[in-house]
Nanobody, 126 residues
């Protein structure tokens, strides 16, 4: 059974930084592209960042480009999201997700991912 467990969320002032982690189990982590999404109540899940299974390609949503960095440590089965210069509008529940297809580098809409964590709350205050 695949498990993805996020951590690192919390309350931070605008302009501050947080690093989220997502530890996987039950999954050959190194074989799957991974992503971060976020969601605010009443809104659709929003794409934040994507990293291929090799780590060679990283993609970001327009709203976080230049501020967030996605990375992975395949030896630790862990996905990261470094978030800098946080803004009020970054407040959301952040989810990590594993792609549905092994060794696949394409597709980063929510429907392309079939394993999800429970989410971690990030709240940015003024």
């Amino acid at each position: 059974q695949v498990q993805l467990v996020e951590s690192g969320g919390g309350l931070v002032q605008a302009g501050g930084s947080l690093r989220l982690s997502c530890v996987s189990s039950g999954l050959t982590f190194r074989s799957y592209s991974m992503a971060w999404f976020r969601q605010v109540p009443g809104k659709e899940r929003e794409f934040v960042g994507f990293i291929t299974w090799t780590g060679g390609t990283k993609l970001y949503g327009d709203s976080v480009k230049g501020r967030f960095t996605i990375s992975r440590d395949n030896a630790k089965n862990t996905l990261y999201l470094q978030m800098n210069n946080l803004k009020l509008e970054d407040t959301a529940v952040y989810y990590c997700a594993a792609h549905a297809i092994k060794y696949y580098n394409g597709g980063y809409s929510p429907s392309d991912f079939d394993s999800w964590g429970q989410g971690t709350q990030v709240t940015v205050s003024s």
